[in-house]
């Protein structure tokens, strides 16, 4: 029997009519951008990682390196972005080994795609790719059934619709550097304030042919604010009748082993 | 299968939870020394748009394209197929592939995955054998040839439009001289629209104006013996009709 196997699929989706679900695997969540100006890419990405209603991790990267000159950022499940991007930035290594020449974008974005489309839907990675080539500037958008569309400004993730509106009412052509990174920070904060599951910091990256520069937690407009009051209650606050130390440590003894091989060494 | 029912109507019709979908008009129409071809330009996910300036011409060989419908994941993926054997063809027989062997490849990729795809195309081109032809291949993978075919969400609106309006003597020489002096593209007065474009653009206008998954901007191309010349119709240009908005 050839190609792919998809009985576990039938089984999980009859498990499901009788209410039994697949535990939340961590989604992102997400706001995740990219956009195009007049000397490069401006990739942008929140930090809120979720399982179901819980915040995960506070502070998660979601802005993959693809290759020197390519990034991507990743919406959908935490895994599949985080694996999907990772082998096809190994793949490209290999392939510009093989062909001699500086990776391209549309070569990241085949694997990729192709990747997605094999797997029908079910690596749910929805991913904003953006990079310099030797071709020129390009940022494209990849679905998780493995469809791209190829634009100068997207938004993917849960907060995409609140990014959009951002970009909508004030990208315009050939933008400077500095105004597309502003344009890229307000898309992900009406992200990050409108959307439950889009949150924490903006992670900003900016692709020029001279280079790519990382800008982790570019903005943190959600950090802990100090408390107004000091709640701990100083010592000597509550009163005690008896004092008892005990010791636990009854003996301690230090046994020099000899050199590194006496230590591994199971047949003598 | 054993057991289950054979049906000229396949089963095959729905897209899977998530999918981008390209709704679509597409159409694409003969005269003589070639084809026309047009789509709308949306591209959805549900309610949202994905792509509002979607490109749903898609290139195949020199002078062979294609109008994609269903969803955008699918057609992708078999336009990229097709692309690659196309190519391989052309190297192998030193010349460029007939519409029809691009058709006929297109429809076996269709008809022999129909269970896992839904994907309307519609293949139109011209060659030096037949001139302009168009061939319509609907979601079960069935090849129909003939002078004019539409497709997509949109194009059950105008069936009756297209019926009622398609004249099989379009003058050539208006259609040609009209592409060859360049004045698409320029200003967008009438002058230009005696041709086949014209009943194109104003089909597809009319699909859009009413299917909810069409929208957007009006890409048309014109695939001639001399190259494939492209035309561009914002959405603040569209033909509008009795509504006064």
Redesign the interface.
Known sequence: MGGFDFSNDLRNNSLAAKNLHLPNATSTGTTIVGCLYDGGIVLGADTRATAGPIVADKNCEKIHYISDNIRCCGAGTAADTEFSTALISSNMTLHALSTGRKPMVVTAMTMLKQMLFQHQGQIGAALVLGGIDDTGAHLFTIHPHGSTDKLPYVTMGSGSLAAMAVFESFWQPKMTRQAAIDLVCEAIEAGIWNDLGSGSNVDVCVIEKTGTEMLRNYKTPNEKVLKERNYKWRRGVTAFTKEEVRKFVVKEEVVTVQGAAGVMEVDA | MPGQMTSLTPDVSHL?S???NLGTSIMACVFPGGVVIGADSR?T?GA?I??R??DKLTYLHERVYCCRSG???DT??IA?VAHAQLQLYAMQHSERPSVHIAATMLEGLCYSNKD?LSAGLIVAGWDPLEGGSVYNIPLGGGLFKGPWAIGGSGSTYIYGYCDATYREDWSKEETVDFVRNGEIGGEMGMGWMTSYLLPSLLALALAMSRDGSSGGTIRMAIITEDGVERIFVPGDQLPKFWEKA
Do not use: I, L
């Open positions: 899977k998530g999918e981008v591209t996910t949202y994905a792509n300036v979607t969803s955008a994941a992708q993926a990229d896992r």
